[in-house]
Nanobody, 119 residues
């Protein structure tokens, strides 16, 4: 089992940037695909993007393409989500999640970190 801890959330003005981090416990992190999700108040959880176990591939939902970037450092057991050109509609709790079998099924979740974008 792996534990995930997100950090880096906060309050930022529209157009600003934040970098979220997700640190994982355990020695098998480097073999997992990882994903980022978000959930705004009153809305369902939404997939934001993912990264392959090697970091060679990334994929994003259309609404964040060109603004958000996912990266990882397997030596530090950490995955990152760089958020640029933030909009008020990006306000949500952001979660990282691990897909240990690389089948698109996210088995482990962090507790989330709040991102609030003011207009």
């Amino acid at each position: 089992q792996v534990q995930l801890v997100e950090s880096g959330g906060g309050l930022v003005q529209a157009g600003g940037s934040l970098r979220l981090s997700c640190e994982a416990s355990g020695r098998t992190f480097a073999s997992y695909n990882m994903g980022w999700f978000r959930q705004a108040p009153g809305r369902e959880r939404e997939f934001v993007g993912g990264i392959s176990w090697s970091g060679d591939s990334t994929w994003y939902t259309d609404s964040v393409k060109g603004r958000f970037t996912i990266s990882r450092d397997n030596a530090k057991n950490t995955v990152y989500l760089q958020l640029n050109s933030l909009k008020p509609e990006d306000t949500a709790v952001y979660y990282c999640a691990a897909d240990p079998y690389r089948h698109g099924s996210y088995e482990y979740w962090g507790q989330g970190t709040q991102v609030t974008v003011s207009s």
